[in-house]
């Protein structure tokens, strides 16, 4: 990721910061961004597109059918 001669990479604060943004850029590529906590569906007001009511068990059973 350096340069050849890495002191005439900070020589120009624009270089050095599109630089930046590269390896931060291929941080973001191979780690990948974290994830977040779902929060668990309401069950009052959840229906279907037929109107039936839905549950989190059936939420879950439709998870691990679509491997999610």
């Known amino acids: 990721m350096l340069p050849r001669?890495?002191?005439?990479?900070?020589r120009s604060r624009w270089a050095a910061l599109?630089?930046?943004?590269?390896?931060?850029w291929t941080a973001v590529?191979?780690?990948g961004v974290g994830t977040s906590h779902i929060p668990a569906v309401p069950t009052d007001n959840a229906?279907?597109?037929?109107g039936q009511p839905v549950d989190n068990e059936d939420l879950a059973l439709l998870r691990n059918v679509i491997g999610g």
């Open 47 to 50: 229906t279907d597109v037929l």
């Open 18 to 24: 599109l630089w930046a943004a590269g390896v931060l």
């Open 29 to 31: 590529s191979v780690a």
């Open 5 to 10: 001669r890495p002191s005439a990479l900070f």
